[in-house]
């Protein structure tokens, strides 16, 4: 690894890092890096995953207190994300490789427009738990079984993909709950963190050779103090500039994966 490519993905792994612990979809910053400097897209994902593991953790670490009076919910999410992951992580490594470069380029452009229409998103679903004056200490039968459900799809798609799982986790968990954002996002670190650990097991355990270790290492170093950053510092920041840098690099992405 030239000292460039060490840089742009170290200070990509950083961006992920921040990016994830405040808004999620990190990954939009560090796949279509590793893609744009010729890595192929299964080993771009795989490597991404396994390296983005460390940032979920220090995230998850920054925003332990707003955690606390979640467990009586997280007890069936983390289950669900847990399954959700495995199946996603099957059909990434089961699936041929061409079809999954091309299915990557749909997934990035659902992943772009939702980074773009989160804060509506989260705006909306904040309005329809205010009307429905919905209580924390009391989910229906059904809201729950919908929340798990919802829980276990995003993590299908994360374990697939993980761009812009965390966006889709806060849309689920803040259109059947009441919790303020900032404990939605301590949620969704979590649970996103519980699907990239599955997917980083599942490719070391049947696609060791096809991870570029010194890439997921370089992003680790990265994501591990940009999540430190961005749990701590990231609600001085405008989530409008982190989510246009986030467009621009995706579509960068985007253009150089239609282009292979």
Do not use: C
């Amino acid at each position: 690894m030239s000292l460039s490519h060490l840089a742009l993905i170290g200070l990509a792994g950083f961006g992920a890092g921040v990016i994830n612990a405040l808004v999620g979809s990190g990954t939009l910053i560090t796949f279509p890096t590793l893609v744009a400097l010729g890595y192929p897209p299964v080993t771009s994902t795989m490597s991404n995953a396994v390296g983005l593991v460390a940032g979920g953790v220090s995230a998850t670490w920054g925003y332990r207190a707003e955690l606390g009076g979640q467990w009586h919910r997280l007890r069936w999410q983390i289950p669900a994300s847990l399954a959700g992951a495995v199946v996603g992580a099957f059909l990434l490594l089961h699936l041929p490789e061409k079809v999954f470069a091309e299915v990557v380029p749909a997934l990035l452009v659902l992943a772009l427009i939702l980074v773009v229409t989160g804060p509506w998103i989260q705006a909306w679903a904040r309005r329809q738990a205010e009307e429905a004056g919905r209580s924390v200490d009391h989910i229906t039968a059904g809201r729950m079984a919908a929340l798990v459900f919802g829980t276990f799809a995003v993590g299908v798609y994360g374990g697939y993909f993980t761009a812009a799982q965390g966006i889709l986790l806060i849309g689920v968990m803040g259109a059947l709950l009441p919790e303020s954002v900032q404990r939605m996002n301590a949620a969704k670190n979590l649970l996103a963190l519980v699907v990239n650990v599955v997917a980083a097991v599942s490719y070391t355990l049947v696609a060791f050779d096809r991870i570029s270790w010194p890439v997921a290492g370089v992003i680790a170093v990265g994501s591990w103090v940009g999540g430190l950053l961005g749990a701590r510092y990231g609600r001085r920041l405008s989530p409008n500039a982190l989510r246009a840098n986030i467009v621009v690099v995706g579509a960068i992405g985007l253009y150089r994966l239609m282009t292979i």
